[in-house]
């Protein structure tokens, strides 16, 4: 099984990345996904998840209005755009695979490694 994230980088403050993570290994349609973010000496939290047909969406108040995410299910892939990024969304981001909703750290079944962004100011 691999999660396999991709899209992270260095943007400046009100600018936009879209990430991307491709699950092999298992059926894509059978999980929830989700994106979770690290900042140095910070607990790893939950910013946004998107249920197995991708019709139901879930977010952290600190990203809802300037993040997206969907799936293709197609493509074993989930995107979470971010839009008007902000110094204090840099953090490593992991996507996760999850059987249950709502996805939250304790319910992961498999997590990528993590992609670096970084917001300047």
């Known amino acids: 099984v691999q999660l396999q994230a991709s899209g992270g980088g260095l943007v400046q403050a009100g600018g936009s990345l879209r990430l991307s993570c491709a699950l092999s290994?298992?059926?894509?349609?059978?999980?929830?996904m989700g994106w979770f973010r690290q900042a140095p000496g910070k607990e790893r939290e939950f910013v946004a998840a998107i249920r197995w047909s991708g019709g139901i969406t879930d977010y952290a108040d600190s990203v809802k209005g300037r993040f997206t995410i969907s799936r293709d299910n197609a493509e074993n892939t989930v995107y979470p755009q971010m839009n008007n990024l902000k110094p204090e969304d840099t953090a490593v981001y992991y996507c996760a695979a999850d059987r249950t909703w709502p996805v939250r750290h304790y319910g992961v079944d498999y997590w990528g490694k993590g992609t670096q962004v970084t917001v300047s100011s």
């Open positions: 290994g298992r059926t894509f349609s059978n999980y929830a």
